[in-house]
């Protein structure tokens, strides 16, 4: 970090809204605000905390419709929509009735995060490390990505006039490399897997003054957007929380923020803090925080990666042991299926619901099956599952089953057979 950006990065007068300060995870050493990810005292992981003010019902309501009416709840500016970003968020909640009668759930929904700027939920969290960035002095966004984040990120520094940076492994999806390309940032595929991907990150991040890795650097900010997806849930179910919520594991980080965000939520008096059920969703592929569930070991143990949901293929995940602290403190659990049964997943929410999820929401999908039928998740409570990408950007992962039905000559005889074939 350079002399200006170490000042900057510590001056008081930083403006990050109702941010504290970081505070240690493990040990609860508290440091000033600042570009810094791990506990000098312990070396455990840092996340934001608050100070928060007066929020209520009635100011959240009357902001913007995007995830900036939860800036009071995030480490951000209170004016940080003045500046140009691609305003994610506040994606709808759909009533999955259909998919829940085939799943065997009375009263289920959906949250489909497809219709963000670049189609996965990524967006929400690059736009709170990018305003954070903004405030701690880079101006170069980047990040390791598995896929989503590198459209995410290369989409909001080219909308903030910044320059992107973004490192991937060189075999993921086509669809993934060409929606990041595209925004003519810096691209850089290493021939490696995410955990390579990250090192290596991690490393430049010690070595590149200006360069804020959104997932490395400022993680605990960027970490912060994941609430996001808690709040608007609890907000579109009519200011409650659900009684038991599926979400795909990848670092973790997105399950232990919303769930986060439900206790912010009760404690600021903004819900009803009632009880609720936090389940994760990995593919047996990789699997190591279910692993670590269901043999009741508090570590998680990394695995070399080997599924299709490459979104989800992060074989030593961050957060796993609090994703399992998660599950275990609110009376959940965390299980994985098979890529098989991904697949056969995706189908069924297109063809119940009408949404095309990329892989990790055919991991939630299957993995919400496999929760109903060993009896831990409840049939009869109210079920949100989160749908975090769009099915656009892994289309190979259904190109042996997404054909047409027929192949016909141009004639009402033709369509009439193979309507009767």
Sequence with gaps: MSADTAALSTNTSLDLGSARALSCRECGHEIPLAPEFACPECFGPLEVAYDFGDVTRERIEAGPKSIWRYAPLLPVPADVARHPNTEPGLTRLVRAERLGAELGIKRLWVKDDTGNPTHSFK????????????????????????????????????????????LIPKSLERAKIQMTAVYDGTL????????????????????????????????????????????????????????????PVASGS??????????????????????????????????????AYAQGQDVVRPVRPDTIARSLAIGNPADGPYVLDSVRRTGGAVTDVSDSEVVDAIRLLARTEGIFAETAGGVTVACTRKLVESGQLDPDADTVLLITG???????????????????????????????G
Excluded at 140 to 164: E, F, H, I, K, M
Excluded at 217 to 231: D, Q
Excluded at 254 to 266: I, N, S
Excluded at 393 to 415: E, G, I, N, Q, Y
């Design 254 to 291: 997105q399950l232990t923020k919303v769930d986060k965000a439900f206790g912010e939520l009760g404690k600021l008096g903004l819900v009803e803090p009632t009880p609720y059920r936090m389940f994760g969703a990995q593919a047996t592929g990789c699997s190591p925080v279910s692993t």
């Design 123 to 166: 967006d929400r969290v690059v736009a709170v490390a990018l305003a954070a960035a903004r405030e701690l002095g880079f101006r170069v966004l980047a990040c390791p990505s598995t896929g989503n984040l590198a459209n995410a990120v290369a989409a909001a520094a080219a909308r903030a006039g910044w320059r992107s940076v973004v």
């Design 188 to 247: 850089i595929a290493v021939d490696g897997n995410y955990d390579d991907v990250n090192r290596l990150a991690t490393e430049l991040a010690a070595e590149e003054e200006d360069w804020a890795f959104v997932n490395v650097n400022v993680r605990p900010y960027y970490a912060e957007g994941s609430k996001t997806l808690g709040f608007e849930v609890a907000e579109q179910l009519g200011w409650r929380l659900p009684g038991q919520i599926v979400v």
């Design 390 to 420: 769009d099915g656009l950007k892994t289309l190979d992962a259904v190109a042996d089953h997404a054909r047409p039905t027929a192949v016909v000559s141009a004639s009402t005889a033709a369509v009439r057979e193979a309507l009767a």
